[in-house]
C-alpha cells in the first residue's frame, strides 16, 4: 500500500463547476499537507499547504484537512479551463521538506 | 528571475552514454532537492543537499547516479550508462528559511520546469 493514495481521474467537469480533489494517507505522522498544480510539461506549482487539520481558503480554492480520517481534499470553486491540469497532494512529517511524499496526480479537465 | 532554473529542458540520449543536468536554485534557498517523475505518478524523492552537504539519498538512486552542489549553490545530476528506465523528467526543488512572498511553511519546495530525459 502507498503511503498516499490520490485517485488518477481523469476528472472532466463543465466550467463553473465545483470540483472536489482528494488523498488519503496511512502515515499518521504527517502533519504539512500541501497542493501543487503541474502543467503538461512543466513542473508543480505549489497551491495551497495546510499545517496540521483544518481548513485554508484562497481565492477560489479551498484545502481540508482530516488527521482523524487520514484524508485531505482541495475544492476549486467556479471552475476554469485555465484550471486543466493534474493536481499532486504532497505531504511531510518534517518541516525540513525532504521527506515529502506525493500522490500520483489527478487529471483534471474543465470544458468551456 | 526569482525562480528555479533547470538546463537543459529536453535530453535524447543513446543507451549507455553519461547525461548531466543542472539546476539552479532560487538565490536565497540552501536546501535542495531531486526528484525523478515518470508519466501517470508523482515526483518520487531522489537526494537532498542542505547547502553543500548531501544530507539523503534515496535508494532510488543508484550506483550510476551521482548528485552534487560544491559551493552550496547549483547542483549537478549525473546518469552514468543510461538505461531506457531512465527515461523520466527530472525534476529540482529549492526550499529555504526565506520562502517567497505569499509561499509556505519556510521550507515549502519551489520546482523548476524539470529535463525530460529520454533514453533510445
Known amino acids: 500500500q502507498k503511503e498516499v493514495e490520490q485517485d488518477p481521474g481523469p476528472l472532466s467537469v463543465p466550467e463553473g463547476a465545483i470540483v472536489s480533489l482528494n488523498c488519503t494517507y496511512s502515515?499518521?505522522?504527517?502533519?504539512?499537507f500541501m497542493w501543487y498544480r503541474q502543467y503538461s510539461r512543466k513542473g508543480p506549482e505549489l497551491l495551497m499547504y495546510t499545517y496540521s487539520s483544518g481548513n485554508k481558503e484562497d481565492g477560489r480554492f479551498t484545502a481540508q484537512v482530516d488527521k482523524s480520517s487520514k484524508y485531505i481534499s482541495l475544492f476549486i470553486r467556479d471552475s476554469q479551463p485555465s484550471d486543466s491540469a493534474t493536481y499532486l497532494c504532497?505531504?511531510?512529517?518534517?518541516?525540513?521538506?525532504?521527506?515529502?511524499?506525493f500522490g500520483a496526480g489527478t487529471r483534471l479537465f474543465v470544458k468551456a | 528571475d526569482t525562480g528555479v532554473s533547470q538546463n537543459p529542458r529536453h535530453k535524447i540520449t543513446k543507451r549507455g552514454q553519461n547525461v548531466t543536468f543542472r539546476c539552479d536554485p532560487i538565490s536565497e534557498h540552501n536546501r535542495l532537492y531531486w526528484y525523478r517523475q515518470t508519466l501517470g505518478q508523482g515526483p518520487e524523492f531522489l537526494t537532498y543537499f542542505q547547502n553543500e552537504a548531501q544530507l539523503e539519498k534515496s535508494r532510488l538512486l543508484s550506483d550510476r547516479f551521482s548528485a552534487e552542489r560544491p559551493k552550496g549553490s547549483f547542483s549537478t545530476l549525473e546518469i552514468q550508462r543510461t538505461e531506457q528506465g531512465d527515461s523520466a523528467m527530472y525534476l529540482c526543488?529549492?526550499?529555504?528559511?526565506?520562502?517567497?512572498?505569499?509561499?509556505?511553511?519556510?521550507?515549502?519546495?519551489?520546482f523548476g520546469p524539470g529535463t525530460r530525459l529520454t533514453v533510445l
Open positions: 526543488a529549492s526550499s529555504g528559511r526565506t520562502g517567497l512572498a505569499g509561499g509556505g511553511p519556510t521550507d515549502t519546495q519551489y
Open positions: 504532497a505531504m511531510s512529517a518534517h518541516t525540513g521538506g525532504f521527506k515529502t511524499i
Open positions: 502515515n499518521s505522522a504527517f502533519q504539512y
